[in-house]
């Protein structure tokens, strides 16, 4: 079995989000950047899933600028034996990045594809069901348990009201929550092992996929602030600022 | 043009959060139609058409729908969809698994988790956490879109008399199969629309502890939610959990405890109207969003908290 990890860069999630003066997005110069932090699960899980026998390769991929190569390293680093990174500047919609997936899984012929469930700059939670449709796959979104059957997965999702566990026909696509398993980090050795992977670089454009956005940002706004609160010196102060003030008990 | 809103429910009721969604899409345009894919699902469509915004009921009664899979759910919305200007559902776990499927088959790029209506092409919406806000306007000849249910108020359930109307299963998928959903039942409020949340995190220290925020959360009739460090920990189950991934409330009061609030909490709950923080450490971001703040050990606190609740005459329900 082949398993394609899809992997996101994204702004790191320790990093205070400022909106640009214009108005035109978010400030990204001089920001630390990251993967995706669902998507370091997916990795994880593809790699224990070969580890377990049950997969021959994991591929990591990435749709991205240049600079998304240091994602799809990353992820060489914990375990993926290959790399491809499909090159495309500035913003990519989620309905694009599908696209292009979908090319690459025609080409590579997985026999899963994993990713994040949501990247955490957009927000969107779009792309593994999007391609799962375009390839006409089962989809298990937001996955915090997969058992690896003879031809599916027994995938338990996490939603609403608690826990559903359904059963998806391979080939499918599986959305990674971020209680699937406890990603590892990379070794210094197999840092350097990495540098020495492969990674393919294509261009989008080469694969005929449009990615110009068709959705237009007219502005970013920063959030409305709350105004600053108190401090209470004591539980009594407490229930009667509660009571008598915000009157919400 | 007109709306078709797809309709969450068990086969028995109406999920809440589609009433949120009906108001947002009759802020869009007031033609909403709604669409009920079910099995035994006739209380379901009766219900839903009670709804005053609700203009026509498509009800599905179908073995294939007896449970909700995307798959079976997204072929048959696509052959309903030709005359809609818009497709919309709830952005909670049963929308954002539904409404990708379905725009990626309509070649549409999707508008995630609205906040705002501005016209019916131009939304606003939160990303990074919420904290900025995107003003965007879609130029899809469809639009597939998904609400943030608490940024909307719910629609009126009754007063309405909707035409209900019979229509055509469509292709069973075989692609997957539900084998069992554990559902956690409660007496609360729902988290989602619980007019008091208390939450607890790491600071709770473990799922026994828990039980002081139980006591405070039946004293004000309120949900209980958590951070995901709590929930990681295996202090609670995963359909407590507040923020970025998790749900995102709107409560009239929220009471955080032992909660150091990383901005992936902060982006589920800094909306609501009156936040609590109680930590030991003085120095905790979740201060920052704090209307009242009470710097001291939770072991402490929780127990005076709920004597002091204990001596008032009346309190909200």
Not at chain 2, 241 to 262: E, F, H, M, N, R
């Amino acid at each position: 079995m082949k398993i394609l990890v899809a992997v996101k860069r994204v702004i790191d999630y320790n990093v205070q989000i400022r909106v640009k003066e214009d108005g035109s997005g978010i400030v990204t110069d001089n920001v630390k950047m990251s993967t995706n932090p669902p998507d370091d699960n997916a990795i994880e899980e593809a790699v224990k899933i070969k580890e377990a026998g049950k997969a021959t390769e994991v591929v990591a991929i990435s749709v991205g600028e240049e600079k998304a190569q240091e994602t799809v390293r990353k992820a060489l680093a914990v375990g993926a034996d290959r790399g491809i990174l499909v090159k495309a500047e500035g913003t990519v919609e989620p309905l694009a990045v599908s696209k292009i997936l979908q090319k690459i899984v025609e080409k590579e012929k997985p026999d899963l594809v994993f990713m994040g469930k949501q990247a955490i700059d957009d927000d969107c939670n779009q792309t593994g069901q999007m391609l799962a449709a375009l390839l006409n796959w089962p989809q298990a979104t937001f996955a915090s348990k997969i058992k690896v059957k003879e031809k599916s997965l027994e995938v338990t999702r996490e939603i609403d009201e608690g826990l559903e566990t359904i059963e998806v026909n391979v080939p499918a696509i599986v959305t990674c929550d971020l209680r699937l398993n406890e990603p590892r980090y990379a070794s210094l050795p197999n840092i350097m092992k990495a540098k020495k992977k492969q990674i393919e670089q294509i261009n989008a454009s080469d694969l005929g996929i449009d990615t110009k956005p068709r959705i237009d940002q007219i502005k970013v706004e920063e959030p409305p602030k709350r105004k600053a609160g108190i401090k209470v010196a004591s539980v009594e102060e407490l229930v009667q600022k509660l009571k008598n003030e915000a009157k919400v008990i | 043009m007109s709306v078709l809103l797809i309709v969450e429910h068990n086969n028995k009721e109406v999920k809440p959060f589609t009433f949120n969604a009906i108001s947002a899409a009759s802020q869009i345009n007031e033609d909403v139609n709604v669409l009920v894919l079910g099995y035994n699902s006739d209380t379901v469509a009766k219900s839903i058409s009670e709804c005053p915004n609700v203009k026509k009921v498509i009800h599905i009664n179908n073995e294939l729908y007896e449970n909700y899979l995307a798959e079976n759910y997204s072929s048959v919305i696509i052959k309903l969809s030709e005359g809609y200007s818009h497709i919309i559902c709830s952005a909670n776990t049963f929308g954002k698994n539904l409404m990708p499927r379905i725009a990626a088959l309509l070649d549409v790029s999707q508008v995630s988790d609205i906040t705002k209506v501005i016209s019916e092409d131009t939304f606003i919406r939160p990303i990074y956490a919420g904290n900025a806000f995107a003003t965007v306007k879609s130029n899809d000849k469809i639009k597939c879109i998904t609400i943030r249910p608490t940024s909307f108020d719910p629609a009126p359930s009754s007063g309405g008399s909707a035409e209900i109307q019979n229509g055509e299963p469509g292709d069973a998928t075989e692609l997957s199969k539900f084998i069992k959903k554990e559902e956690i039942k409660s007496d609360r409020p729902e988290l989602g629309t619980a007019r008091v949340v208390v939450s607890g995190g790491r600071g709770m220290q473990s799922g026994e502890n828990f039980k002081l925020i139980t006591a405070v959360a039946d004293k004000l009739n309120a949900a209980i939610g958590a951070s995901r460090a709590a929930v990681d920990a295996g202090y609670i189950t995963n359909d407590h959990q507040v923020g970025q991934t998790g749900k995102v409330v709107v409560p009239d009061l929220y009471i955080a405890v032992g909660i150091s609030g990383a901005i992936q909490h902060l982006a589920g709950m800094k909306e609501s109207k009156v936040i609590v923080a109680i930590n030991k450490d003085g120095e905790a971001p979740i201060f920052s969003v704090a209307d009242y703040g009470l710097e001291a050990d939770l072991f402490d606190a929780l127990p005076k908290f709920l004597e002091e609740l204990n001596k008032l005459n009346t309190i909200q329900k």
